[in-house]
């Protein structure tokens, strides 16, 4: 598959937003069942460890970003009833799904973009995102924003994808390549969106790569666990309450 951003006459940024908007408004009515069948229904216990790792205050304010149908925010109003919850994305088609699940209107939705985000600094308890970082050209932008618009002393939880490695990666490779771009044909109904997914995640960050991200952001605390076999990484950083601490 040719770069996307070789088919339009477009500065890459754009034109892989354009390109990753319109794949998830093709696949947003299937795409939490689909989820579902590619974590063996995993996906929500990662979505709930995310909302535990990010600790809000039970009566603060949490963002998520690239929220999709919602499924952090909804796991984090579920867990915190008093929490004032943003779900924010810039594909209406998946935020109009999330809208309409259990749950889904007892928060705030926002279209917005991730690299300019339209909330004021130091608003935000908590930022969280799932899945959202392999889907932007400029991660550093992204974690800057996310830093503005935490509080001194709030936390980032990020969960993504990682590229695999270690003796398993070869049957890993091959389960991205030819098993998940088959299941998205019958299941969700569009083969190119996952063969897009899983070859986002090929050339994705390692966690490492991701941690520098964060700390060129200027996060402090750091840190990333990998699971379902280093497939996964949920990387947690804080914002410094004063600058200069490390
Ligand atoms: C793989 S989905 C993840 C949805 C949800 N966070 C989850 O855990 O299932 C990625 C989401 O990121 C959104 N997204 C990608 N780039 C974005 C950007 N620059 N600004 C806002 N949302 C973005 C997409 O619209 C999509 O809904």
Not at 15 to 34: C, H, Q
Not at 206 to 217: C, D, F, K, Q
């Amino acid at each position: 598959m040719p770069p996307i951003h070789q088919h339009l006459d477009l500065p890459p940024s754009e034109e892989k937003a354009r390109f990753v908007r319109a794949m998830f408004g093709r696949i947003a009515g299937r795409y939490d069942l689909m989820n579902a069948i590619m974590t063996l229904g995993r996906d929500r216990r990662w979505r709930r460890r995310v909302v535990a790792l990010a600790a809000p205050p039970p009566e603060g304010r949490l963002l998520d970003i690239g929220a999709g149908t919602g499924g952090i925010a909804l796991a984090a109003r579920a867990r915190f009833p008093r929490l004032d919850v943003v779900a924010a994305d810039f594909t209406p088609e998946m935020m109009a799904v999330g809208r309409r699940s259990p749950g889904g209107h007892r928060m705030s939705w926002c279209a917005a973009d991730a690299l300019t985000l339209p909330f004021a600094a130091a608003r935000f308890d908590a930022v969280v995102s799932g899945y959202l970082v392999r889907n932007v050209t400029a991660p550093d932008r992204l974690f800057a924003e996310q830093f503005r618009v935490l509080k001194p002393g709030g936390r980032l939880v990020c969960l993504d994808t990682t590229p695999p490695r270690g003796p398993l990666a070869p049957l890993i490779r091959f389960h991205f390549k030819r098993i998940i771009p088959l299941m998205g044909q019958w299941v969700g109904g569009d083969r190119g969106a996952y063969t897009y997914l899983p070859e986002s995640t090929r050339t994705f960050l390692a966690p490492e790569a991701l941690a520098a991200s964060l700390v060129r952001a200027g996060f402090v605390q750091v840190r990333w666990q990998t699971f379902m076999f280093g497939t996964m990484a949920l990387h947690i950083a804080v914002k410094p309450v004063a600058s200069g601490e490390a």
